[in-house]
């Protein structure tokens, strides 16, 4: 028997089908089924996950919200709940932008590791997708990319330093 889900991918809401039936696990996103297998790479965050015979590597971290999800170079932060909810899952609290105090939005890290690039610094315009800086994570380079498009009024970190999730990187005007 088929299980429903509500996913959140950032702020986008997909429906998704679950069937782990005799031929194996198949998965419905957007009205279209695909078959899928996925595989924990012994007691790590690894995870080998073959959908319709294209094999993927991605790190799964699970959080109190869902998972953060990391394929390839791009990171997804994933709420899940049941169909049966009424009110669709709320974005993500690990939102790695918050306001700031005196004004502006406070880039803070979604994640624990070291800060090997730093792209940004105060008084450069960002557009919505620029990468701000890059964030080594479990041996995997994660590109931070800005939320919104602003000014770096400050940069708190460098490279070589260790952050944990929610550290403060940078301010944006």
Sequence with gaps: MAEKYLVRLGHELKEVEVDDGSDGLRVRINDEWHNARLEQVGQSALYTLLIDGHPHELFAVERAEGYDIVI??????????TQDRREPPVPPASSSLEEHP?????V?????????????KAGDKVEEGDVLMVIEAMKMNNELRAQRAGTVREVYVKEGQ?????????VLE
């Design 162 to 170: 260790r952050v944990e999730p929610g550290t403060s990187l940078l």
């Design 108 to 120: 803070l890290s979604p994640m624990t590791g070291v800060v090997v690039d730093v792209y940004a």
């Design 72 to 81: 390839g170079w791009d990171r997804y932060s994933v709420a899940v709940s």
């Design 102 to 106: 005196a004004g502006g939005w406070m």
